[in-house]
């Protein structure tokens, strides 16, 4: 389906004093107006989507802040106002007094067809949970999906609108979610009551969720999930792996607990005593990491790819996007996040057991701090011609420099990142470090935990860890949690480390 946007912009720039909404509209790209900043004693900004602008060199004052303020609705308690009938938002900023200081006025756009990437997934029937930064896109794809199912596959869909985001501002909803009904949240503290009444007393066949953050909130999808509602939601987070170290959202792919196992069943498996397994079934089936507004990874089943992480193996997802003629493409990401590639006749790390690295466009310093965290001390060295191993990023290697190519003339095998993200970087270190006869740092660090956990329940008040990096420490948290213990961080930088404590007994 061809994309078809609307955005009715002159129910946006109504709002704006004269002065500031004249010269605004006159700019060329206006149709790509992503939002207008307005703060008090600074000059007024907007940003597009490629490019940002200083509107006029004149401050904002209190007036133009007033001006604005009564042309939208009453603000909540989330500080966010709208238009109605339109899906514009107008979130202030106050004072300490809670006078508004600030307003961000973005704007809202139903775009239809957002969803042709994924809509063979919504249409299946199972519940789809939507990741991605903040601002690529995620609650109008939402809004899309809504009125697909509503209008298109004629299934009785409910949107539970925290921030009225998704319907638009006013009691009659925006067309964007065709037929689909919409439930308004009286404040974001009683989102999960909502979500409850809206199954009890409505009887859809589809739930709408945007923005899932809190645990009453998690909880209340995954009794939702269990009356077997189809549930599409958003989630805090950009990745798979956000959810498995966030104690709160945890439950949404089925909790996280730790196992101990019985020496036999230890080495049966090749692991610790201590493990981190999936508690229960997840409540959604499929996950999507929303990456570029074109552009996703799909976990198409949740519960292999959760259990996946936790047994560090590598995760098979599948990458969609839409080409330049807007057709659909579909390919299975490679494991791990990387990609390895040799000259036919290249040399074996075996040959030359101490790895030493060459980078050529990949981040050094997040290489090395991720290998802090895992314990590794790295040799990088400054000639490729010195090295065993050649890391590159994947938009270095498809345009194929000449230091890439002379590495394959070398046969120096090449290992190519498709980003720095922290979890593509550290299977890249397990894959170069990692032997039969190495302990996994990450298993060694849940032992730890778990051994702490036992001294605190025999009397011990305070037990300190070693240092470990964030990754870690926030796995240790977690365990902690799980066990009913409390845990804080203390210590600064390269020591910094967990501590486990009964309640009363902090130092």
């Given at each position: 389906m061809q994309k078809v946007i609307t955005d009715d912009l002159n129910s946006l720039l109504d709002i704006l004093p004269e002065h500031i909404?004249?010269?605004?509209?006159?700019?060329?790209?206006?149709?790509?107006?992503?939002?207008?900043?307005?703060?008090?004693?600074?000059?007024?900004?907007?940003?597009?989507?490629?490019?940002?602008?200083?509107?006029i060199p004149q401050d904002i004052s209190e007036l133009d802040l007033e001006y604005t303020i009564h042309r939208v609705s009453v603000f909540g308690a989330d500080n966010r106002a709208g238009i109605e009938r339109t899906l514009h938002r107008i979130s202030a900023i106050r004072n300490r007094k809670g006078t508004v200081v600030g307003l961000t006025c973005r704007v809202g756009r139903a775009?239809?067809?957002?969803?042709?990437?994924?809509?063979?997934?919504?249409?299946?029937?199972?519940?789809?949970?939507?990741?991605?930064?903040?601002?690529?896109?995620?609650?109008?794809?939402?809004?899309?999906?809504?009125?697909?199912?509503?209008?298109?596959?004629?299934?009785?869909?409910v949107i539970v609108d925290t921030s009225n985001e998704i319907a638009g501002d006013g009691d009659i909803p925006h067309p964007g979610i065709g037929r689909a009904r919409r439930m308004q949240v009286p404040t974001p503290s009683l989102q999960h009551d909502v979500m409850i009444e809206a199954v009890e007393n409505h009887?859809?066949?589809?739930?709408?969720?945007?923005?899932?953050?809190?645990?009453?909130?998690?909880?209340?999808?995954?009794?939702?999930?269990?009356?077997?509602?189809?549930?599409?939601?958003?989630?805090?987070?950009?990745?798979?792996?956000?959810?498995?170290?966030?104690?709160?959202?945890?439950?949404?792919?089925?909790?996280?607990?730790?196992?101990?196992?019985?020496?036999?069943?230890?080495?049966?498996?090749?692991?610790?005593?201590?493990?981190?397994?999936?508690?229960?079934?997840?409540?959604?089936?499929?996950?999507?990491?929303?990456?570029?507004?074109?552009?996703?990874?799909?976990?198409?089943?949740?519960?292999?790819?959760?259990?996946?992480?936790?047994?560090?193996?590598?995760?098979?997802?599948?990458?969609?996007?839409?080409?330049?003629?807007?057709?659909?493409?579909?390919?299975?990401?490679?494991?791990?996040?990387?990609?390895?590639?040799?000259?036919?006749?290249?040399?074996?790390?075996?040959?030359?057991?101490?790895?030493?690295?060459?980078?050529?466009?990949?981040?050094?310093?997040?290489?090395?701090?991720?290998?802090?965290?895992?314990?590794?001390?790295?040799?990088?060295?400054?000639?490729?011609?010195?090295?065993?191993?050649?890391?590159?990023?994947?938009a270095y290697y498809r345009n194929r420099p000449q230091k890439i190519q002379d590495a394959e003339a070398a046969n120096i095998p090449i290992h190519v990142l498709k980003s720095n993200a922290p979890n593509q970087i550290r299977q890249l270190l397990d894959s170069i470090y990692t032997t039969d006869g190495q302990k996994d740092p990450v298993s060694e660090a849940m032992q730890e935990v778990q051994t702490a956990i036992n001294q605190v329940m025999k009397g011990d008040p305070v037990v300190e860890l070693r240092p470990q990096g964030a990754y870690i420490r926030r796995l240790q948290h977690l365990v902690a949690e799980q066990n009913n213990y409390f845990s804080d961080s203390t210590g600064k930088e390269t020591d910094r480390h967990v501590r486990i404590y009964r309640r009363g007994m902090k130092g």
């Open positions: 909404r004249r010269p605004l509209s006159e700019q060329p790209d206006i149709s790509e107006l992503v939002e207008v900043i307005l703060d008090l004693g600074r000059k007024p900004e907007a940003r597009f989507f490629n490019r940002e602008i200083t509107i775009i239809y067809g957002t969803i042709s990437i994924i809509q063979d997934l919504v249409e299946s029937g199972k519940s789809v949970l939507l990741m991605g930064r903040p601002g690529v896109g995620k609650t109008t794809m939402l809004r899309e999906i809504a009125r697909v199912l509503a209008d298109d596959i004629r299934k009785r869909v009887m859809p066949q589809v739930i709408v969720i945007d923005e899932i953050g809190t645990e009453l909130e998690a909880r209340a999808a995954r009794t939702i999930a269990e009356r077997g509602v189809q549930l599409i939601g958003t989630a805090h987070g950009n990745t798979l792996e956000n959810l498995v170290v966030n104690p709160t959202l945890s439950d949404l792919i089925g909790g996280i607990q730790t196992v101990t196992l019985s020496d036999e069943e230890a080495k049966r498996r090749g692991t610790q005593k201590s493990i981190l397994e999936r508690m229960s079934p997840p409540t959604f089936n499929i996950l999507v990491e929303i990456q570029e507004r074109d552009k996703v990874a799909v976990h198409t089943d949740v519960t292999e790819a959760v259990d996946s992480l936790l047994r560090g193996q590598p995760l098979d997802s599948e990458i969609r996007w839409q080409d330049e003629k807007g057709e659909l493409q579909i390919a299975k990401e490679k494991p791990a996040g990387l990609e390895t590639t040799t000259a036919p006749k290249a040399k074996k790390i075996k040959e030359d057991k101490k790895p030493r690295l060459y980078l050529f466009g990949v981040n050094k310093s997040r290489l090395e701090q991720i290998a802090k965290e895992m314990h590794l001390v790295l040799d990088i060295v400054s000639n490729a011609n010195m090295s065993n191993i050649f890391i590159t990023s994947k």
